[in-house]
């Protein structure tokens, strides 16, 4: 028998108005990408991790690998001398290359300056912000707080540096945004067959959303390894998502005929898929003989088959050298944070600082601080509080899995910090900032409620004074994540804490 009246609530309909569900979010993500590419060539300098990153896009540019660079290569690259590389050897990084290989696109096409080393990010960032708008909107099933979503993270003043900034968090925190937003479409397509069906108990087969997960998800890994935290974490969630609607259907074992059923597959989009995606991110330290650890002449000497051995060999001993170095990367930094003090924002980091001169004063100062919106990861703070009160007693799987998405990307680091006493940053919770984003979303839906709501004026008005001050604490932070020129009082003012200094 066909299962009658549980379609609205298996998979209740998207707001009937297609054409705005696509404006709006494109009209946020067009403001996102205004604050992410205005004068995206300031400061005309190497900004923080930038010395590495651009110059190892530009390494893989060059010779597929990431070579070992000159004592001032910091300073031949900002004045436009490309002679960077020693002529002896690969240099050993810590990182998988798919990050450098985003940021050496735009570096092949606008050449290795500042404005070529940060227009992927950029244009990721951008993206970001239009794949958490349209999640957003799905999940809540509404295009109004889909666009919250979408515009809290456009004006959330750590987004927009990382965007502006040629590092690797960016790219990480959209393939995993990329990767949950496959998962939720798939959520539905799921849903939508099992509601079709004649029985709880078919198989559900191909999934092509599920694909689209694992080479995202993957990807994220190819950025750097947090990203394994959440393949593990979402391909577990999927499988209980699919339990949850085999029982809501009224199958008596859904949890043992998801795992007979579903389990084979989703162990290839979330092991064999995410494991090819990181082997193709390595290609170019395969197909060259300048990488680390790499070696070509004798195994090439050799014969076809110990050079296939020989390379799964040397790659592998790599990896282990790369999980040891970033276990054991415990060096103090001047801006190095604990991870049980991120949501506090109470250790930023110093992307930029100069003195100039030109603002009328006698002390200028021109910055970049990788801070997040007080307003928006305070509210978040407050929002998680709210999920999980709302979770304890509804059991919405909306709830769960913002509170999984923000736990995977963030307590780990609590292991590596108290075990390992690794150096961390407060940019290190890039991935999580969209889950607490989504946080305040969900518990904005709930204070405006439903169409028939007697709460929903005020609601409204809550919720869109907190999306007012949210833009409003960006303006005032702007200056000194621009690198625009102040008076040092201007700046100081700025900064929320003494430790901010």
Request: glycine letters at 8%; hydrophobic letters at 55%; proline letters at 6%.
């Amino acid at each position: 028998m066909r299962f009658v009246n549980l379609r609205p609530r298996l998979v209740p309909p998207l707001p009937a108005n297609a054409l705005w569900g696509w404006a709006g979010p494109l009209a946020v993500t067009l403001f996102a990408a205004f604050l992410r590419l205005v004068q995206l060539s300031q400061p005309h300098a190497v900004v923080f991790d930038e010395e590495w990153y651009a110059k190892d896009a530009w390494s893989l540019l060059k010779f597929g690998v990431e070579r070992d660079f000159v004592e001032d290569a910091k300073q031949r690259l900002i004045s436009g001398n490309l002679d960077l590389f020693k002529p002896c050897c690969g240099e050993f990084v810590v990182h998988p290359p798919l990050g450098k290989w985003m940021i050496a696109f735009g570096e092949l096409i606008f050449g290795p300056n500042p404005f070529g080393w940060r227009i992927v990010a950029a244009i990721t960032g951008t993206l970001t912000v239009l794949v958490l708008a349209r999640t957003a909107r799905r999940m809540t099933r509404s295009t109004l707080l889909g666009c919250l979503a979408g515009l809290l993270l456009a004006v959330d003043a750590l987004h927009v540096v990382l965007s502006r900034t040629a590092l690797l968090d960016v790219f990480l925190a959209f393939w995993v945004v990329a990767g949950f937003a496959c998962l939720v479409v798939d959520r539905d397509w799921a849903r939508t067959r099992l509601e079709a069906a004649t029985d709880a108990g078919i198989r559900l087969g191909w999934r092509p959303w599920r694909l689209g997960a694992g080479l995202c998800l993957g990807a994220a890994t190819a950025v750097k390894w947090s990203g394994i935290f959440f393949v593990v974490a979402f391909a577990i969630l999927s499988l209980l998502w699919d339990a949850g609607a085999r029982r809501r259907l009224g199958l008596r074992t859904p949890y043992v005929t998801t795992l007979r059923l579903d389990a084979p597959l989703a162990a290839a989009w979330a092991i064999i898929v995410p494991l090819a995606v990181y082997l193709v991110s390595w290609t170019g330290w395969f197909l060259t003989d300048k990488g680390w650890g790499r070696n070509w002449e004798q195994a090439t000497s050799a014969g076809p088959v110990y050079f296939v051995i020989d390379s799964v060999r040397s790659w592998l001993s790599y990896q282990v050298e790369m999980l040891h170095s970033s276990t054991s990367l415990n060096a103090h930094h001047a801006y190095q944070s604990q991870p049980w003090t991120w949501p506090f924002l109470l250790r930023p980091v110093a992307f930029f600082y100069d003195s100039p001169t030109g603002c009328g004063a006698a002390q200028c100062t021109r910055a970049i601080i990788g801070a997040g919106s007080p307003v928006i990861w305070f509210g978040a703070l407050l929002a998680i509080i709210g999920v999980i009160t709302w979770y304890t007693g509804s059991r919405d799987w909306r709830g769960g899995t913002v509170l999984l998405g923000y736990a995977v990307g963030w307590v780990p680091w609590f292991y590596f910090a108290l075990a390992d006493h690794r150096t961390m940053f407060l940019f290190y919770m890039a991935p999580v900032l969209p889950f607490m984003i989504l946080a305040i979303t969900l518990v904005s839906g709930l204070l405006i409620g439903g169409p028939e709501a007697r709460r929903r004026p005020v609601g409204t008005a809550v919720v869109g004074a907190f999306a007012l001050l949210a833009i409003a604490n960006f303006w005032w932070l702007q200056p000194i994540l621009m690198a625009d020129v102040v008076t040092y009082a201007e700046w100081h003012r700025r900064l929320l804490f003494p430790s901010w200094l």
